[in-house]
T-cell receptor, first 114, second 111 residues
Framework: DGGITQSPKYLFRKEGQNVTLSCEQNLNHDAMYWYRQDPGQGLRLIYY???????QKGDIAEGYSVSREKKESFPLTVTSAQKNPTAFYLC?????????????FGDGTRLSIL | SQQGEEDPQALSIQEGENATMNCSYK?????LQWYRQNSGRGLVHLIL?????REKHSGRLRVTLDTSKKSSSLLITASRAADTASYFCATDAPDDYKLSFGAGTTVTVRA
């Protein structure tokens, strides 16, 4: 989706290191989401934010942290407490939680352990 | 939590054939959506069907929803090689801004 930019496309993490995944959107959408996808599986929700300066834990928030200081940006930090971080990470946005709208996705960041 | 389950897990068909995949879910929903994911890419929204709708069409796609059976199906007609992808259903509950995704159906269209 051209309106959502995730970077980097590939990221390697050393033991004990925190890494931050970037998600930027120019769609002016209120809500933003972070998902984790493991091979052959569906998406699991890590964190989501409905408005600036507010966010909620999803189903698998342990070992991750987020911030939402600007409407356009929702970075995800994978901390050293996340012992199995190797996965494909997807960021999504939603125009409004009301009105039966679909989510829009970025092209993902693939994180691996060195 | 994942409440949608797709069936089958994988499907291989010849170009020109139809592909049908099913999704079952456990709790009441507001909407059910279908997404496509090409290898190594993000998800692309295909179609959204509301809980009070029974059938919806978009081009070569036909989606049905049976809320009494808590199930939905996605039919792709006259498949093409470009339809090779994984397909996911996702549900959202009333007054909930989150989507629950199934594990997906991987479709391979052979030329």
């Amino acid at each position: 989706d051209g309106g959502i930019t995730q970077s980097p496309k590939y990221l390697f993490r050393k033991e004990g290191q925190n890494v931050t995944l970037s998600c930027e959107q120019n769609l002016n959408h209120d809500a933003m989401y972070w998902y984790r996808q493991d091979p052959g599986q569906g998406l699991r929700l890590i964190y989501y934010s409905q408005i600036v300066n507010d966010f909620q834990k999803g189903d698998i928030a342990e070992g991750y942290s987020v911030s939402r200081e600007k409407k356009e940006s929702f970075p995800l930090t994978v901390t050293s407490a996340q012992k199995n971080p190797t996965a494909f990470y997807l960021c999504a946005t939603l125009d409004s939680p009301y009105g039966n709208q679909p989510q829009h996705f970025g092209d993902g960041t693939r994180l691996s352990i060195l | 939590s994942q409440q949608g389950e797709e069936d089958p897990q994988a499907l291989s068909i010849q170009e020109g054939e139809n592909a049908t995949m099913n999704c079952s879910y456990k709790t009441s929903i507001n909407n059910l959506q279908w997404y496509r994911q090409n290898s190594g890419r993000g998800l692309v929204h295909l179609i959204l069907i509301r809980s009070n709708e029974r059938e919806k069409h978009s081009g070569r796609l036909r989606v049905t929803l049976d809320t009494s059976k808590k199930s939905s199906s996605l039919l792709i007609t006259a498949s093409r090689a470009a339809d090779t992808a994984s397909y996911f259903c996702a549900t959202d509950a009333p007054d909930d801004y989150k989507l629950s995704f199934g594990a997906g159906t991987t479709v391979t269209v052979r030329a």
